[in-house]
DNA sequence: ATTACTTTTGCAACCAAGTTGCATTAAGTA
DNA sequence: TACTTAATGCAACTTGGTTGCAAAAGTAAT
C-alpha cells in the first residue's frame, strides 16, 4: 500500500524527483528537507513512493540508502532495473542505462542482482 | 598497516576464514566469538588483514559488511575481485568465481564495481 | 461549512552496526 | 628479564534508520 492521500510533503518529495535524474540519498534529503519535515517522515514517504513504483532505492558502497525515479514501474512489478554508479571524489550517485549481463551460476537461482560501478564522474575527471 | 603480532585473537580469525570458503559478516563474527574477544577488537583486526590482502569486504543487500578470504591478493593490491551471491531464503553470502563483463560507460572512469546476485542456493532450492 | 473517518505526521525514544579515546595488557626483541 | 610499542577491552559515542503513540490534516459525505 503505497501514496493514499496527496499530502504537502508528498508532493515536495514528488517534486525533488521530478526534477532530478540523478539518485539522492535519504541522508541527503534530510538534511534539505529538514526545516520541512521530519526523517520520520521522509522515511515513510520514500517507502511508500517506493511501494508504486514511483521510486527504487539501492545501498551505496558505504551501505547507505539511494533513491530515484522509476520509469515504466507500477505498484504491481519493478521493471526498472539497471546499474548505479557512484562518483567517489563528489559522491554523486546515478542511474545507468545499459545492460550488464548476468550469467548464469550452475547450482543457484539468482532472482535479482545490484550492481555499483565505482570510479569518476564526467565532473570530477 | 596490517598486521604486525600474531596475537590469539588474530590467528583465531585466520582459522575462521582458512576453514571456511564462504563470506561470514561482522555480526556474526561477533556473535560467534562474544566470549573470546571484544568486538571493537575484530572491527579492527578484520581491518588489518583487509590492508594486508587477505581477506576482502563487501556490503550485502541490507548494507551489513561481510568478509571472505582473498586468493592472490596483497597488501600491495586487491586483485581478486568477484561478484557475491547471497540466499534471501538461508543468509549464506558466498564469492563466486565467475567473470562479469562491464561495459564501458561513456564520460566516467570505473575503478571497480561492486556485484551482489540475490536468489536461492544450492540448498534452498 | 461541519462532521466523521482514516491516513499521515511529529516527536521522542529506541535500535543496531560500527567507531573512537584511553588506560591496560601482552607480543616481540634484546 | 626488562623494554618498547602493537593490540586489546571497555565504555561512551555516532550514525542511519525504526517504532509507538498522540496530534494534525486529507477526503468525502452531510
Ligand atoms: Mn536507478
Ligand atoms: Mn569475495
Ligand atoms: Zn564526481
Ligand atoms: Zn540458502
Chains 1, 2 share one sequence.
Not at 554523486?92 to 542482482?113: E, H
Request: charge should be positive.
Amino acid at each position: 500500500m503505497g501514496v493514499i492521500r496527496k499530502t504537502k510533503s508528498v508532493e515536495t518529495l514528488l517534486a525533488i524527483f521530478e526534477n532530478n535524474k540523478d539518485a539522492v540519498s535519504a541522508v541527503q534529503l534530510i538534511d534539505l528537507l529538514k526545516e520541512k519535515m521530519n526523517k520520520t517522515t521522509i522515511y515513510r514517504i520514500l517507502e511508500r513512493l517506493q511501494n508504486d513504483g514511483i521510486v527504487h532505492s539501492f545501498m551505496d558502497k558505504d551501505g547507505l540508502k539511494w533513491y530515484a525515479t522509476c520509469h515504466g514501474c507500477s505498484a504491481k512489478q519493478h521493471i526498472d532495473i539497471h546499474p548505479h554508479f557512484q562518483c567517489q571524489n563528489c559522491g554523486k550517485v546515478d542511474c545507468l542505462s545499459v545492460d550488464i549481463k548476468i550469467p548464469m551460476i550452475p547450482n543457484r537461482q539468482i532472482n535479482f542482482s545490484q550492481v555499483l560501478l565505482i570510479g569518476k564522474c564526467e565532473s570530477c575527471l
